[in-house]
């Protein structure tokens, strides 16, 4: 017999009472506002230089990073608002014990809510498509970029929705929930970034004084595959100038085969080490929900 | 249906139940009585697997609800004393939505759903917001979602607290309809009249501790005799004060453990059943007392709450 495909009911519901509320128009509007003053500051950029320069379709390909950017940015920003209050919302309005004492996992629940938030960054992606396609109509991208981008978009999205639902799992205020997450987004490249500059800058002073030429971070370099940005600069990199982080770090004098092997592929092997991250974080959340038994 | 043997839970060194045991037959009422903190609501969410016991034990239907607590989500309904609400969501997506957590199917949901919500009176308001319904009815919504994945134990943790009296009226039928269908409740209340009107059987909580359990009218008829008499003296053949002069007499008599006086009552706290009290009235008329009215108050699950928990809790 077969047996039918359930939605998670928590995904389901949020989509439900998240698709009457007026905040998700009025978000969607000033995206693609903001968005669109974007791409009208850099098409006058380049009308102005045209009575110079001549026009330069060129430059227009720039619309793609900038806008990519941007985007991350803003899911860096939103994402955590939208998933602050998914755990410690449901506490402050007293439903999360009538959930629990549901069949119902604290991990589906956790789940649930970064579904919920991805359908929203979804809707966001979607409905910015038409100012990002300036950028390949006018700039001339593949539409293989828009997809690609999209793509990286859901993974940061994911990534950051996890922190954000780990986060409201930790902490009761909403608010106090999206400072932590974006807290954590920057930490994590602080700290990242840190510890390879330290890295760098320590093997670089011993091969002075060894009198030898440096011969870049190595296998250290992976550390950054710990920053969720990071297959994002790779992939903006590959789009933009046909190489990636690989040919950064043989620029830097790096000649182990196999960590140029894995270097070249930057993209999923960062992007796995991310999900098994945003996994985690998700079952921290989960347990956590469950640690709520113990309270009075 | 639900038996709860040696139930402890400690936060700290606070003691929050202290060795419980209650015994539930299947299709009782059962009302759970006792001050703030007694350790009624501990005992409601340990009994739905949303609390840890510290030790002892808690079987629902033969099912272990703190080794099993997720078979036992299946086994029990329960309403908190507080509504939680959704915004932007119908009254019929708030059932399917309870439904589907439990895997049941949209028809199968929409079905159970409307009979329920006939049963609570609120067939007319499935398309309403929930966030629109006043207190009473959201109140009477979360004892059909309660019973959505028709359990075999509804655990109702105060449902009339904060409820208008229209409210608590159409809550009591609602109770009275399940009572009729053979549900078994767990229910604590704060409004004793109703819960004694309503169950089967209650228990007095007090510290943890279960100070009393059994059926309505044999706990009462246990406590006869304990109930105090309320009396009226307009004169005394005295030159000492009034109050003092009846206080000296009634203090001499037996059965009598406590006299207090009021603006125009004086209250007796009598332990003889009522021929004692009879003759305690005679014996004011031999003292020369003369009292215009004395009566005894009628035992009910009120008095006899104060009486056990010492009128601590505004019942």
């Known amino acids: ?296 | 249906m639900l038996t709860i043997e040696n139930l402890t839970k400690q936060y700290g060194k606070f003691l929050a139940l202290d060795h419980l045991n209650l015994h539930i037959d299947k299709g009782e009422i059962y009302g759970f009585v006792g001050p703030n903190g007694a350790g009624k609501t501990t005992t409601m969410r340990i009994v739905c697997g949303l609390l840890k016991a510290t030790s002892g034990s808690v079987t629902v239907d033969g099912i272990d609800a703190i080794k099993q607590p997720d078979d036992i989500k299946r086994k029990v309904g329960y309403v908190p004393d507080f509504f939680g609400v959704y915004d932007n969501l119908k009254v019929m997506e708030y059932m399917e939505f309870y439904g589907s957590m439990y895997g049941m199917e949209r028809q199968e949901i929409d079905d159970i759903s409307e009979g329920l919500l006939e049963l609570v009176n609120l067939s007319d308001k499935k398309d309403a917001f929930v966030d629109t319904l006043s207190r009473g009815m959201k109140q009477r919504l979360c004892v059909a979602r309660a019973l959505i994945h028709n359990p075999d134990l509804l655990v109702l943790d105060e449902p009339n607290s904060g409820l208008d009296p229209r409210a608590r009226f159409e809550m009591k039928e609602v109770l009275k309809n399940l009572r009729s269908m053979g549900k078994t409740i767990l229910i604590s209340s704060h409004i004793l009249p109703e819960l004694s009107e309503l169950c089967t059987s209650v228990g007095i909580m007090e510290h943890g501790r279960l100070v009393t359990s059994g059926k309505v009218d044999d706990i009462i008829d246990a406590s006869q005799g304990n109930q105090p008499i309320h009396m009226k003296v307009v004169y005394a053949e005295t030159e000492e004060p009034l109050n003092q002069y009846v206080a000296t007499i009634l203090k001499e008599q037996p059965f009598v453990e406590k006299v207090s006086f009021t603006d125009d009552e004086v209250l007796i706290h009598f332990r003889g059943d009522d021929l004692e009290a009879a003759r305690l009235l005679n014996k004011l008329f031999d003292h020369h007392i003369m009292v215009s009215h004395y009566y005894r108050e009628k035992e009910n699950l009120e008095s006899l709450f104060l009486e056990i928990t010492g009128g601590e809790e505004n019942a």
């Open chain 1, 1 to 296: 017999m077969r047996k039918r495909l359930h939605m998670n009911p928590i995904w389901k519901k949020e989509l439900v009472v998240g698709s009457r509320s007026m905040k998700m128009s009025w978000a969607i509007m000033g995206i693609n506002a903001f968005l669109t003053i974007i791409v009208l500051i850099v098409l006058s950029i380049t009308n102005m230089s045209a009575a110079t320069s001549g026009y330069r379709y060129a430059t227009l390909i720039w619309l793609f990073p900038i806008l990519g950017c941007i985007e991350c940015g803003l899911i860096s920003l939103i994402v955590p608002v939208i998933t602050s209050g998914s755990i410690s919302g449901e506490r402050e309005r007293q439903t999360l014990d009538v959930m629990l004492t549901t069949p119902v996992t604290t991990f589906s629940i956790a789940v649930g809510k970064l579904g919920s938030a991805m359908s929203v960054v979804m809707m966001y992606m979607i409905a910015s498509i038409p100012v990002m396609a300036i950028a390949f109509v006018l700039g001339g991208m593949s539409w293989w970029a828009l997809l690609g981008l999209f793509g990286m978009l859901l993974y940061l999205g994911i990534y950051v929705g996890s922190v954000g639902v780990f986060c409201s799992s930790v902490v009761k205020k909403s608010v106090v929930s999206t400072i932590l997450t974006i807290a954590i987004g920057i930490g994590i490249i602080i700290v990242t970034t840190v510890i390879l500059y330290v890295v760098i800058a320590t093997q670089s002073a011993m091969c002075d004084a060894k009198g030898v030429a440096y011969a870049g971070p190595g296998a250290a370099a992976f550390i950054m595959m710990l920053n969720p940005y990071s297959p994002i600069v790779d992939f903006m990199m590959r789009v933009m100038m046909g190489t990636g982080i690989d040919r950064l770090m043989e620029e830097m004098g790096t000649k182990s085969s196999i960590i140029l092997a894995i270097s070249r592929w930057w993209i999923p092997c960062s992007i796995v080490i991310n999900m098994i991250i945003s996994f985690i974080f998700l079952k921290l959340a989960a347990r956590n929900i469950s640690v709520t038994r113990n309270r009075k």
